[in-house]
């Protein structure tokens, strides 16, 4: 057997199927091999996907998350092949990869490991194809910027050896264990990965051992493979940065001088607080900026027009007692701001219905409020529709105007309609186009052509430039179906300097994946919906249940002015609190039986998605990953979307 090919595995359900698609078709065309699934305990449905669509894989089932490390030596310990090679989940390798890879090794019998060369999302190299050991000068110039702003430098950015051409081969220090083909000889000698590294910097100790046992590593460009990034854990986050930096610190210490230890720590550490702390900052400040510009409008908005609202009304200014500015209208402020959040408007990119259904219905809670009040606290009802209808007009303009920068923080939903172009058969381009309508998704597939190496697909190809500069395209989907991944990674190669992203669409029943950055890893073109089986959660449902009703039921007066069956809104509130129905639950129409048992719900995550009533795959996956992604202000979000719907039947299917 030539390779045993093993990926570990945590919570990437469709980046792991489209890898392993692209793996089975490797495997043909080598002499023999076998792959080894290492799950560190997914909970998105990887486990019953691998057996029911990959039932020759091997797959090895953890029960908890052991990390990478540990989980590649017990694939290691069953491997049977030549070679193992080490392939991350979120790949997508050509059907001729492996193949070549085994043939390089076999033509070098010096190569301890091979690594390829690996392309983003968007065609882009990647520089980590290839690097160096983190000495104490290579990670100042790294963890410093140096090696960013030279990135060809042989001295500043000799962590990525950017001097060495990307397109050529050539002996290197460090792989990534995104990609690493291993003689299993040299394994059996060095013991394989070391266990302390729990995720980042077993590549480089592994390398470091390889090269010690008298081996050479090779970066071999001839093989390309896509590399999503970051699906696991995001490289933007604090656990990212922290278990990256701490694995250098792990490496240092095992292979350094104590004196190049202590330089290296002395770097690191300062760099893992400094870079923890930016990150919290940067991501209070845009969690907090539009909440707070809304605030700042609403308080700004007031002292211009209760003064004008006194004159209009008293002939004077003042009228108003003090109370009113210092806690009424930060009252009216915090309501607003509130709903606004509640409603998702202040998730990205920002949808201006989501901001404008949370000031409707943070009035209204204002109304009903300021109705049951003492007289002496009833100031004004215009000057509550004032803040309402200001907040709107104000909120909206200041949202369209931010949205001319290019800035992702003030990108608008549906800004602007995504044009997509299928590169896929006609059955394969409709199926896509059907299954992009099926989701609420402001996007059309606006051309379809050839698949690549098909008739006419190589002639049509050279024209996408043009393509893309005259119809205004924005991503290009390739059917996974039609066309084979070794074509998909050339025509990204060559379109590289396209300023379009790329998915691919998998085979029918799947979502169509990609990734096009490290910083917004892993788009799914899927119903983006902890997990209801936990008891925990099951008794935050019941008493978000209870208490929705007994709010429901105080706003009744209104709310039966917005529903569509009065009469069933009433039977739906005896209902709810009796425990006889959920407020939010599964949608109808598709079985549940491998889920958490709920009572029949009024509404779903999808009763305003527009999609085919028959379709029960869309519908069945929304309710697993609201299943699994359960919290109360899930269902608060739901509710407030679906405020027309709260009469209906019960268990009914409600999909518009």
């Keep these: 057997m030539d390779v045993s090919v093993i990926i570990v595995s945590f919570n990437v359900r469709y980046f792991l199927e489209s890898c392993l698609y692209s793996v089975q078709r490797a495997l043909e065309e080598t002499a023999g091999g076998e792959i080894i699934v290492v799950d560190n305990n997914s909970v998105d449905g990887t486990v019953p996907m691998l057996q029911e669509k990959f039932p020759a894989v091997r797959l090895i089932r953890n029960h908890e998350n052991v990390g990478f490390a540990r989980a590649c030596n017990q694939g290691i310990a069953v491997a049977q092949g030549r070679y193992v090679l080490l ?15 085994v043939r390089f090794m076999d033509e070098h019998p010096d190569a301890g490991a091979v690594g390829v060369k690996m392309i983003d999302g968007k065609g882009n190299f990647l520089p980590e194809s290839k690097r160096a050991f983190p000495t104490p000068m290579v990670a100042f110039y790294k963890i ?15 962590y990525y050896l ?20 291993l003689r299993a000889e040299v394994l059996t000698k060095i013991g394989g990965l070391d266990e302390e590294y729990f995720m980042y910097g077993e590549d480089i100790d592994l390398s470091y051992r390889i090269l010690q046992e008298g081996y050479r590593i090779y970066y071999y460009p001839e093989a390309t493979i896509i590399h999503y990034k970051g699906e696991s854990t995001r490289k933007g986050s604090l656990n990212y940065v922290k278990l990256f930096y701490q694995a250098m610190l792990i490496f240092a210490g095992k292979h350094f001088s104590p004196r190049q230890a202590g330089v290296i720590g002395m770097l690191i550490r300062p760099a893992i607080y400094l870079r923890a702390v930016l990150s919290a900052l940067r991501r209070v400040a845009e969690a907090l900026f539009y909440p707070l510009l809304d605030a700042i409008l609403w308080i700004g908005g007031y002292h211009f ?31 607003w701001v509130v709903s606004v959040w509640l409603a ?50 104000a909120g909206v303009g200041v949202r369209l105007l931010l949205s001319l920068l290019p800035a992702e923080l003030f990108e608008l939903s549906g800004k602007k309609r995504k044009r997509i172009l299928v590169v896929g058969g006609e059955e394969e381009c409709e199926r896509i186009r059907r299954f992009l309508e099926k989701l609420e998704l402001n996007a059309e597939v606006v051309r379809c052509l050839p698949p690549v190496g098909k008739e006419k697909g190589e002639e049509r190809l050279g024209q996408v430039p043009d393509i893309v500069r005259v119809e205004g395209i924005r991503e290009i989907i390739f059917s996974a179906v039609d066309n084979r991944a070794e074509e998909i990674i050339r025509t990204m190669n060559r379109l590289a300097a396209v300023p379009v992203e790329f998915k691919v669409a998998l085979p029918e029943g799947s979502p ?17 919906l902890n997990a209801l089986s936990q008891r925990t959660n099951r008794k935050k449902k019941r008493a978000f249940d209870l208490f929705s009703s007994l709010l429901l039921l105080s706003l009744s007066p209104l709310l039966i002015l917005m529903v569509r069956r009065r009469g069933g809104f009433f039977r739906n509130l005896y209902r709810v609190f009796t425990g006889k129905a959920t407020w939010v639950g599964y949608c109808a129409g598709t079985g549940t039986d491998d889920l958490p048992p709920l009572p029949p719900a009024v509404v779903c995550p999808a009763t305003t998605l527009r999609c085919d009533r028959t379709d029960p795959e869309v519908l069945k996956n929304i309710n697993l990953t609201y299943a699994r992604n359960y919290h109360p202000l899930l269902d608060l979000r739901i509710m407030i979307r679906t405020l027309p719907y709260l009469g209906d039947l019960p268990g009914t299917k409600k999909i518009v």
Aim: hydrophobic share 45%; proline share 7%.
């Design 87 to 101: 392939l991350n989940p979120d790949t997508l390798i050509e059907e001729n990869t492996l193949a070549k890879v």
């Design 305 to 335: 027009f209760v003064p004008v609202w006194e004159r209009i009304r008293f002939q004077t200014e003042g009228v108003y007692s003090p109370l009113f500015r210092q806690y009424v209208i930060p009252a009216y402020v915090l309501v």
């Design 144 to 158: 410093f910027g140096l090696a960013a702003l030279f990135p060809r430098s042989k001295r500043f950015n000799r």
């Design 512 to 528: 169509i994946v990609g990734s096009t950055s490290i910083e917004r890893p892993g788009e799914l073109y899927f119903v983006e």
């Design 344 to 393: 998702g408007g202040y998730r990205r990119p920002v949808r201006l219905g989501r901001v404008m259904r949370g000031i409707g219905v943070g009035t209204l809670v204002i109304l009903v409020v300021y109705a049951l009040l003492p007289v002496y606290l009833r100031f004004s009802r215009v000057l509550i529709l004032a803040g309402a209808l200001w907040g709107m007009v």
């Design 162 to 181: 950017g001097h060495l051409d990307p397109d050529e081969t050539h002996p290197v220090e460090v792989l990534t264990g995104a990609f690493m083909m």
